[in-house]
């Protein structure tokens, strides 16, 4: 017997967009595969939303390769997530919306309202997170919900996913991750000869960096991963306060030297060390030896470290950094919410 899911999903950038149209694509995979007809009912933005009252509404819209939600003919403008929750049977909602990492907002408003209605979440944005992740966890449990976050720790690379599951029973001694796509692109292109300057204005001409790159650049994209892995795998309860966290705007060109002299490669990880019954995070460039299982993660591509006490040390390398990357790890949480 199939059963249907609710989907409500939150902003209609790049990942929203890509979202509507995996599931969409993944529609009758969904069916097949795993008995589940997921059902995409509203898509809210700032100014407004638009709720499909039949799936051929939200196909047409589709049917454009880039479309606006302000052009749909059911647009409605000043439409809540307050309003449609109640009116809706509960299911999934779906954040891809870019949230403060300062105050949580707007992800954490959002975040709350769908587990007080009795909606499970699926996220791609780290902001309400970070910002409070025991108290949105607590709710969650309290309330026999999931919160699942792929999307927002490095989305198609599975990093909870190895931590929470395949590891269950071992003791995580560790982590190391290289876990933004932005920051790794630019220091391979600065082991190849180019400047920090030249190398990030590549970067943006590509898209991988954003128009303002700090938040990648300064380390708190990676800060952000490597705290909500943490707290996620082994239960710390780390905020911004508790890491450490470097970026690679000043890195030197004498370590970079250095290091390509010695036959390394600069990396920025974001770690996690056990030390006696403490976790310690941090954010660090670190020249990795050639025989460190990281070593030859280049370009856009992340990966991480594991290291247990059972199972020796594991490492997942690659998963597509783009929203489509992006959409299909929160398509995972969602069919992994329902199994
Ligand atoms: N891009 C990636 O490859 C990638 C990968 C992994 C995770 N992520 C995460 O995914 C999230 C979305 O990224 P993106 O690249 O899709 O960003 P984006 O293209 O900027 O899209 C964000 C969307 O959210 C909407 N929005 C902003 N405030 C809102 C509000 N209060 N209510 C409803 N919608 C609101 C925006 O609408 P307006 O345009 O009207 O402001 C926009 O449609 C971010 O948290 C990002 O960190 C992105």
């Known amino acids: 017997m199939k059963r249907t899911v609710t989907i409500i999903l939150m902003g209609f950038g790049r990942v929203g967009r890509a979202f509507a149209h995996l599931l969409e694509e993944k529609r009758n995979l969904c ?27 939200l196909s047409r819209l589709l049917k454009n390769a880039s479309p606006r939600l302000q052009d749909d003919l059911s647009w409605n403008p000043g439409l809540t997530l307050e309003e449609i929750l109640p009116k809706m049977e509960p299911g999934v909602l779906v954040d ?4 403060s990492l300062k105050t949580g907002e707007p ?18 944005g780290k902001g309400g997170l970070v910002f409070d992740f025991k ?41 190391e991750g290289i876990l933004n796509g932005t920051t790794n692109y630019i220091l391979t292109r600065m082991d190849q000869g180019l400047g920090y300057e030249a190398a990030l204005s590549e970067a943006r001409q590509k898209g991988i960096a954003e128009p303002d790159p700090s938040m990648d650049v300064e380390g708190w994209d990676t800060a952000s991963k490597i705290l909500l892995i943490s707290n996620a795998v082994v239960g710390t309860e780390f905020t911004f306060r508790d890491i450490k966290v470097e970026g690679i ?8 030297r250095a290091a390509k002299e010695e036959g390394k490669a600069v990396k920025l990880l974001g770690t996690l060390l056990k030390q006696g019954n403490q976790f310690a995070a941090e954010v660090r ?5 050639p025989g460190h299982p990281l070593f030859g993660v280049s370009g856009t591509n992340k990966g991480i470290t594991f290291f247990t006490d059972t199972m020796g040390s594991i490492s997942v390398i690659g998963g597509k950094s783009d ?13 992994n919410i329902y199994r």
């Open 285 to 289: 460039i670190c020249p990795l030896e």
């Open 249 to 256: 705007t000043n890195i030197s060109p004498e370590v970079l």
């Open 107 to 124: 992800g954490l408003g959002f975040l709350n309202k769908a587990l007080e209605c009795g909606w499970h979440v699926a996220t791609a």
């Open 31 to 57: 069916a097949e595969r795993y008995g589940l007809e997921l059902e995409l009912k509203a898509i809210l933005e700032l100014g407004g939303g638009t709720v499909f009252s039949r799936h051929q509404e």
């Open 135 to 175: 108290n949105l966890m607590k709710k969650a449990r309290t309330k026999g919900l999931k919160i699942k976050f792929s999307g927002a720790t490095a989305a198609a690379l599975p990093t909870l996913d190895v931590g929470l599951y395949s590891l269950a029973g071992a003791e995580i001694l560790g982590i």
């Open 96 to 99: 891809c919306t870019v949230s």
């Open 323 to 335: 929203p489509r990357g992006a959409a299909a790890a929160l398509l995972k949480d969602i069919l």
